[in-house]
């Protein structure tokens, strides 16, 4: 079974309006981290935001927010005001911290996040 | 930049052979970890070592090796490289052990092609 799961392999949205970027994740652990890294056309990767499974509130950095639905075991990111910059591959990434391979993050598919003007 | 450095960017090579890459975690990061980023397998991870132990290891070929050395940075050598071997691979650190908010920062990558 896909740890982590995201449906959409390609998304559109204009300059300035806010974006959806879907992710589920399956985990018997109590204890994980859900993260969204960004990897442009030139190929670095790069951290977006973090939540963790105990925490209360959903994270939120600058223009980035974790739309966290633990109960769904969803961790949907929210790009607010899209910029031509946001167009990249989004991927989603869970931490699992109850087994012995702390530290290994298992990736999503990714989405294609195109932003038009 | 996130201050992960590998070399080197781009190495093209021939079945068969052998390869090192390297890498240097952020300063002051104790981990480091590789993955391979490959069209048909997506981001795979590969191993994960904290202050020169090994931690974790993932889907690691046989042929692969990897350390991490005293001073932290890391190598990763590929053996008997096959065609399929051809893919990005990235080297990430992090400050602690892999628990809790402990991010994981990414390098530039190496690129590698087998022919």
């Known amino acids: 079974a896909q740890k982590i799961t995201q449906t959409q392999p390609g998304m559109f949205v204009q300059e300035k309006e806010a974006v959806t970027l879907d992710c589920t994740y399956d985990?018997?652990?109590?204890?994980?981290?859900l993260f969204w890294y960004k990897q442009p056309s030139s190929g670095e990767m790069i951290f977006l935001i973090y939540?963790?499974?105990?925490?209360?509130q959903n994270a939120t950095e600058g223009r980035y927010s974790l739309n966290f639905q633990k109960a769904r075991k969803s961790a949907n990111l929210v790009i607010s005001a899209s910029q031509l910059g946001d167009s990249a591959m989004y991927f989603c990434?869970?931490?699992?911290?109850?087994?012995?391979?702390?530290?290994?993050?298992?990736f999503g598919q990714g989405t294609i996040l195109t932003v038009h003007p | 930049d996130s201050g992960v450095t590998q070399t080197p960017k781009h190495l093209i090579t021939a079945t068969g052979q052998r390869v090192t890459l390297r890498c240097s975690p952020r300063?002051?990061?104790?981990?480091v970890y590789w993955y391979q980023q490959s069209l048909d397998q997506g981001l795979q991870f590969l191993i994960h070592?904290?202050?020169?132990?090994?931690?974790a290891k993932g889907n690691i070929l046989e042929r692969f090796s990897a350390q991490q050395f005293p001073d932290l940075h890391s190598e990763l050598n590929l053996s008997s490289l096959e065609l399929g071997d051809s893919a990005l691979y990235f080297c990430?650190?992090?400050?602690?052990?892999?628990?809790?908010?402990?991010?994981?920062?990414f390098g530039p990558g190496t690129r590698l092609t087998v022919l």
């Open positions: 990430a650190s992090s400050p602690g052990t892999g628990f809790g908010p402990d991010t994981q920062y």
């Open positions: 985990t018997s652990d109590q204890s994980y981290g």
């Open positions: 939540q963790g499974s105990y925490d209360e």
């Open positions: 990434a869970m931490r699992e911290e109850g087994g012995t391979s702390y530290g290994k993050l298992t």
């Open positions: 300063s002051g990061d104790l981990s």
């Open positions: 070592y904290y202050n020169g132990e090994e931690r």
